[in-house]
């Protein structure tokens, strides 16, 4: 029986009572169990085919994730140089509700492709967010560690750690991370001269995986876009629906390979020339392997002294936050 999870699978199992969150985590569980290994690469799958752009996923991420959003105390601060430095500060009521693009408070927008391949025309919804790469840069590039790779595959950018210098974002071949400014370590540091703000992308719901559960976006798809498991599986999986379709696969070699792989009935340079593209709208180009530069390499070993040095800090920040509620409290 193949491990791979989708909502429509518990939903055959009949799996639609009070007792359907708690089934789901366990069928995620055993297909980690499942995976060849200590570590479990989990991967998702999703047909292009299937999505009808209902933005129930999007909704969901807002919805479960709403938690994990910044929340500045006041406005941010003027940092230096100011040419060089740009605030970027989405925590306006009005910026909070943009759902058409990235943001530090959406991690996932459904990227609209209309136009004609081969005479006929189409018109494609794509889910968009972070890809999750299998060799992922910005966990490798991070000048002060704040992004990192679990043992499952999932890139996590840790806010109490990120300085918000954009490293991760530069480095990534699609330009996810987003910034929000006036929150964040820096605030405590280096007001005026550290990176302003922490960086916010998709964690591929981390806090829900751990449990065995299933990430927001997968549960609530009505029409299964989405199916999640061990890698090896999952490439096997979208190789079969692009043969019996014949479809187009992308994140399979896409900076030396995803977590999140699509399968399109349209080329995805086709795509590509058909989508909205700009700021917080990722491209669907060919990408290079970026970690294949030696160069690089030698760049992540260079910069992870100060990926300790800032470690320390923000611990010590938090273990003196703690220390100062308690003399706080009234004895």
């Known amino acids: 029986m193949s491990s791979l999870i989708s909502r429509r699978s518990f939903l055959k199992a009949g799996l639609i009572t009070a007792g359907t969150a708690a089934a789901a985590g366990t069928g995620l569980a055993s297909a980690i169990r499942a995976a060849d290994g200590p570590k479990t690469e989990l991967c998702t799958l999703l047909d292009l085919n299937k999505c009808i752009g209902c933005e129930e996923c999007v909704r969901a991420c807002r919805e479960i994730n709403g938690h994990k959003f910044p929340e500045p105390e006041g406005p941010p601060p003027i940092m230096r140089p100011v040419e060089r430095v740009k605030t970027a500060d989405w925590s306006s009521p009005e910026k909070r509700t943009v759902t058409d693009r990235l943001t530090p408070y959406n991690w996932l927008f459904i990227q609209r492709a209309r136009g004609e391949y081969q005479g006929q025309s189409f018109e494609l919804n794509i889910p968009r967010r972070c890809m999750h790469c299998h060799n992922a840069p910005c966990s490798k590039l991070c000048p002060f560690g704040a992004a990192y790779q679990l043992r499952n595959g999932i890139v996590r950018i840790h806010p109490d750690v990120c300085m918000g210098g954009a490293k991760c974002k530069t480095i990534c071949p699609w330009n996810i991370p987003e910034r929000q400014s006036g929150v964040g370590l820096h605030l405590d540091l280096l007001p005026q001269y550290a990176g302003n703000g922490v ?66 009935p349209v080329p995805f340079d086709v795509l590509n020339q058909a989508l909205r593209k700009g700021p917080g709208r990722p491209q669907l180009q060919p990408v290079e392997n970026v970690m294949a530069d030696a160069n690089r390499w030698i760049g992540a070993l260079a910069i992870a002294p100060a990926a300790g040095v800032i470690g320390a800090l923000a611990r010590f920040k938090q273990t003196a936050g703690q220390t100062q509620k308690k003399e706080d409290k009234p004895s």
């Open 199 to 264: 960086m916010y992308k998709c964690d591929r719901c981390y806090d829900r995986v751990a449990e065995g559960r299933l990430p927001a976006c997968i549960e609530v798809c009505p029409e299964s876009v989405q199916e999640i498991g061990p890698r090896n599986e999952i490439v096997q999986k979208a190789r079969d629906l692009a043969g019996k379709t014949s479809g187009f696969i992308y994140g399979l070699e896409e900076n030396g390979g995803t977590h999140t792989i699509y399968v399109s």
